[in-house]
């Protein structure tokens, strides 16, 4: 939470800064109470958006602010229940069968806030000092309550002055109530208060026409949003400034649609607010006539209009944003791949019937020789290093199954893992279900959880020496990270029963002194499965100072062996010019960058390409066998940034092939790459001919197909008495929008069968009926369409919004 309210307040200050120092002193209010208001919402909402990886040093201000996530977990594990404390040391003391002779272990090694125990002396509870985040977590809710309690009152006291007044006028839309106090005027939705004794008529005019402004504008609900943003971050000054900033933008827009719209006298209007300040102040949620900002209101009114050239400002405010959400956030990785992927297939089962995870008669999962169906009703877990996501143009980009016991700098795979997972949502994954089946030298297991709703499951094969038989039907498998304790005949063809993972506490502690922070409940479970132990993790200490526990996990559900990572630190160094951090490492694991694929692109030409770049290749399908097609079709020695365009884009030998079946000769490939881009294929050539364009040049093809021209097009305008005209004139007639809805349009004011060019320059000087019937009201009682052309041209629409 912390971390999240500092951030939104980094957001607030830019916004704020950029508009003092940038936007405050234009006119264009309307602009600025959007980028206001926008300002307040992306504040609260940037600190949830992730972009790839784009520069160095991305998520600065995430980095900076890591100390406060350790703090506020110390926080929580003080401001949870005792009881709740209590039970946790009971799951984590109470368990058999935690790991080989861990019963006659002398003492548990814990952390600093879980219980001590012994084999001999009673539990005892090791309360942990209170830290300062939690102090600063109360001061923080302390303040929002009396932030909001003050709104409240405020917005009840309001609405209750409205409710009860008896003195009150219903003037269509709005409520005028006469207050019998004398207070400033102000309004709150479509209420308006007013002390009517304290000025005269006109006055009193002026003041109900600014509010009424205020009301039509719905002002109240920009202030209310600041007010909500002022309870949540009250501890930010720049959010008291940016309060103030949206008072006085609003008052600033009232007052210029006040002297543009309403028969009001500039200097009468100064005149009387200057007359009738006073010190009476209403409450802050209302938008009010009379406040102490009365000077920079006039300056504004007096000062000289920005002319629309000074837009130009707003253009800053793509970098500014995409900027500060650079320095915000961490770049995605791929378990933000992983997380979109779960919410999208949650879509779909959710809708799907559930399958009892037992039954008196299980079927087989599968035969010895195939791989068991994670998921109910044979249907394909959707997270597997044989099928991970794949990318546009390349469905086979995502397998990485790396073997093992290749020589050299072949990456070795998970010794005798085919993973498979899918997990949705949060769930204890610590208890449930496994199926599973023996081959000859290795049992698969298919963990699920422990409900019939549990929406996740887990497939890991695993050597059978690597588990030891407890007991009866009881077989356990030991790691560094815990235990995984299964019940029921592990040793049959297909079995299934129980299971129970512990973690190894003394593990877990390892890594709080190593500075990794657990991410989710499930971590120690992950780094179980992958087979992460303190060799691995002391590897990756001495190669980076810091080890985050999400990029740890993610090392753990990709399947990234140590000794895999190690061969792709190889690789990095021999192919790129920088050290690979654990997410280029994972990056690039989930892209299939494999030796195999180095190999193919050197077989290629491409002898000496960076890491990114031959990930790039890979995700867009480059192969040997897309550059052999394109060689095959004349296109030798292209670059892999050629390559990759041409992928892209869709550059395929058949669509080769088939530009130059219409006759129009050979191309470069950026050629090629144009026609592709622009949709030129034979069945679009032939559509032209179809409506009678024979003989075009390729460049009159493409234009054509730019602006929209086709055999339906041209018919449609040939219904018009367009006929016979060249293809120039039909684009021209497209270009300029004159198409059925315009000349059915010209139709119902009485113009018919108009020329092609009558017809576009009416189009171009907006000349359509609603024009022509204001005119008509105007008195212009013309003939031609060409009469109508002329006075659009000279002004008549202007004059008469001015008269």
């Excluded at 006073?278 to 300056?299: G, W």
């Excluded at 054509?704 to 008495?721: D, M, Q």
Aim: include cysteine; hydrophobic fraction near 40%.
């Amino acid at each position: 939470m912390i971390e999240y309210l500092l951030k939104v307040s980094f957001v607030i200050g830019v916004v704020f800064l950029f508009y003092k120092t940038v936007l405050q002193q234009e006119s264009f209010f309307s602009t600025n109470r959007m980028y206001l208001l926008c300002g307040i919402t992306l504040a609260f909402a940037l600190p949830f958006v992730t972009l790839p990886k784009l520069v160095d040093n991305q998520g600065f201000i995430s980095e900076a602010l890591k100390v406060t996530q350790t703090a506020e977990a110390e926080a929580a594990s003080v401001l949870r229940p005792k009881s709740e404390n209590q039970a946790q040391n009971r799951l984590s003391t109470g368990k058999e069968n935690v790991a080989p002779n861990r019963e006659t272990a002398p003492e548990e090694v814990l952390s600093p806030r879980q219980p001590v125990v012994t084999a001999t002396t009673p539990t005892v509870e090791v309360e942990a000092p209170t830290t300062w985040v939690f102090w600063l977590v109360l001061l923080y809710l302390f303040g929002v309550a009396v932030c909001g309690l003050n709104l409240l009152f405020q917005v009840a006291g309001t609405l209750w002055k409205a409710i009860r007044s008896q003195d009150r006028i219903e003037d269509g839309d709005y409520v005028i109530v006469n207050v019998e106090s004398k207070q400033a005027p102000c309004s709150f939705f479509k209420y308006i208060f007013i002390h009517p004794d304290d000025y005269d008529f006109e006055t009193y005019e002026q003041i109900i026409a600014h509010e009424k402004i205020h009301v039509r504008q719905n002002h109240t609900l920009d202030l209310l949003l600041a007010e909500v943003a002022v309870t949540l971050l009250w501890f930010n000054p720049f959010m008291w400034y940016f309060k103030k900033e949206v008072e006085k933008n609003l008052e600033y827009q009232t007052d210029a649609l006040l002297l543009e719209k309403e028969q009001v006298s500039k200097t009468q209007y100064q005149f009387n607010l200057l007359q009738i300040a006073c010190p009476n102040k209403p409450l802050s949620i209302t938008t009010n006539y009379n406040q102490s900002l009365l000077k920079q209101r006039i300056f504004m009114m007096n000062a000289k209009k920005s002319t629309p050239h000074a837009f130009w400002k707003y253009s800053f405010l793509a970098p500014l944003f995409f900027g500060t959400l650079l320095l915000l956030n961490k770049p995605a990785t791929s378990q933000t791949i992983l997380d979109e992927v779960s919410d999208a297939y949650t879509a779909v089962t959710s809708r799907m019937p559930q399958v009892p995870l037992l039954s008196s008669d299980p079927a087989p999962l599968s035969s010895p020789e195939a791989e068991p169906s994670p998921l109910p009703g044979g249907q394909k877990s959707i997270l597997t290093d044989e099928n991970l996501p794949p990318h546009p143009g390349n469905p086979q980009a995502a397998e990485s199954v790396l073997e093992a016991g290749n020589p050299g700098n072949n990456l070795p795979a998970p010794p005798k893992l085919r993973n498979r997972m899918n997990i949705i949502g949060s769930a204890d994954m610590t208890e449930g279900f496994w199926y599973g089946h023996a081959n000859q030298n290795e049992y698969c297991l298919d963990l699920r959880g422990k409900t019939n709703t549990s929406n996740w499951n887990i497939s890991r094969c695993y050597p059978k020496n690597a588990f030891s038989k407890q007991g009866d039907n009881v077989y356990q498998i030991t790691r560094d990270a815990g235990t995984l304790k299964l019940t029921g005949n592990l040793s049959e063809e297909v079995s299934q029963g129980k299971y129970v993972f512990t973690q190894d506490d003394s593990f877990r502690d390892y890594l709080f002194k190593k500075g990794i922070a657990n991410p989710e409940d499930n971590f120690l479970f992950h780094l179980f499965l992958g087979d992460v132990n303190k060799k691995y993790v002391d590897f990756l200490k001495s190669t980076y100072n810091d080890v985050d526990g999400d990029r740890l996990q993610e090392i753990a559900i990709h399947g990234i062996t140590m000794d895999a990572y190690q061969n792709y630190l190889a690789m990095f160094k021999k192919h790129s010019d920088k050290k690979p951090s654990m997410e280029d490492v994972i990056s690039a694991r989930i892209h299939g960058i494999t030796q195999e694929y180095v190999q193919q692109l050197q077989e290629m030409g491409f002898k000496n390409l960076s890491m990114d770049k031959m990930m790039e290749a890979k995700i867009h399908g480059v192969t040997p066998a897309y550059a052999d097609g394109l060689r095959k079709a004349g296109f030798n020695d292209l670059s892999i940034d050629k390559l990759i365009e041409a992928k892209i884009h869709g550059i395929t030998p058949s669509y080769l092939t088939e530009v130059k079946s219409m006759g129009f000769g050979d191309f470069t490939l950026d050629k090629y790459i144009q026609l592709k881009i622009h949709g030129i294929n034979a069945a679009y050539v032939k559509d032209l001919k179809s409506a009678g364009f024979n003989n075009l040049s390729l460049d009159k093809v493409v234009d054509a197909k730019i602006h929209g021209v086709n055999a339906k097009a041209v018919e449609e305008l040939r219904a018009y008495g367009f006929k016979d005209l060249s293809l120039d004139k039909y684009m021209e007639l497209r270009i300029h929008g004159v198409n059925k809805v315009y000349l059915d349009d010209l139709a119902n004011a009485g113009f018919k069968n108009l020329p092609a060019d009558k017809a576009i320059e009416a189009k171009i000087h907006g000349v359509n009926s609603d024009f022509i019937k204001k005119a008509s009201q105007e008195g212009y009682n013309l003939k031609t369409l060409d009469e109508y052309i002329n006075v659009k041209i000279m002004g008549m629409a202007r004059r008469s919004k001015r008269d």
